[in-house]
């Protein structure tokens, strides 16, 4: 069966500071792989996805990741991170032709300080 | 219209009324979706339709009866829920099933007294 592991349940930071949070999966399956975004008392956007293709995929407010097929992994990025970037981070994953099913990590807190 | 709606935001109910969620999308998405995140943990699937029907149930429990009235509406009927119930109801809909984005809905937050 698949799985999703982040690390890291609570990252703090400054603002201005680089940021990565990091994401491991498990699956014998090839799958597609999501960062998704929830701010408080609000339902999840997605940051970005990895469904094919380029390896390195970026979003439109300058997080990036990277699939690496062998170490399994999809770290998110961002050089420089806003106060506004404070917000809980889920990476999920969907195995090819599952009909949809995500599955979600259990998600990293970051919190951006001035 | 790139927005899924969910109504209502908030709903408190007790363990022996009737109550329904809804979610409505008009982005021409053929699959939906419902799942509930409790406090602090990440979303879970529950009920998966693909052309207004049914095609994944997550082991949800009978309290929980999900309906797909048209491509655009899914509605999700509660009864005889349990205080443990309480949660964050999210609907999310995709083009279609497979490794599409799925957009999500704000959610809602039910309590069960």
């Known amino acids: 069966a698949q799985s999703v592991t982040q690390l890291d349940s609570q990252v703090p930071v400054f603002e201005e500071a680089p940021v990565e949070l990091r994401c491991n999966y498990s699956?014998?399956?090839?799958?597609?792989l999501f960062w998704y975004v929830q701010y408080p008392n609000q339902g999840l956007q997605l940051l970005l996805k990895?469904?094919?293709?380029?390896?390195l995929v970026e979003s439109i407010n300058g997080f990036e990741a990277e699939f690496n097929k062998s170490q399994t992994s999809f770290h998110l990025r961002k050089p420089s991170v806003h106060i506004s970037d404070t917000a809980e981070y889920f990476c999920?994953?969907?195995?090819?032709?599952?009909?949809?099913?995500?599955?979600f990590g259990k998600g990293t807190k970051l919190s951006v300080k001035p | 219209d790139t927005e899924v709606t969910q109504t209502p935001k908030h709903l408190v109910m007790g363990m022996t009324n009737k109550k329904s969620l809804k979610c409505e999308q008009h982005?021409?998405?053929?699959?939906m979706y419902w799942y509930k995140q409790k406090a602090k943990k990440p979303p879970e699937l529950m009920f998966v339709?693909?052309?207004?029907?049914?095609?994944i149930n997550e082991s949800v429990p009978s309290r929980f009866s999900p309906e797909c009235p048209n491509s655009s509406l899914l509605n999700l009927h509660l009864h005889a829920l349990q205080p443990e119930d309480s949660a964050l109801y999210l609907c999310?809909?995709?083009?279609?099933?497979?490794?599409?984005?799925?957009?999500f809905g704000p959610g809602t937050r039910l309590t069960v007294l």
């Open positions: 999310a809909s995709s083009q279609d099933r497979d490794g599409n984005e799925q957009f």
């Open positions: 699956s014998s399956v090839s799958v597609y």
């Open positions: 990895y469904l094919s293709g380029s390896t």
């Open positions: 999920a994953v969907m195995l090819v032709g599952s009909q949809g099913n995500l599955i």
């Open positions: 982005m021409g998405h053929r699959a």
């Open positions: 339709y693909s052309y207004e029907k049914l095609s």
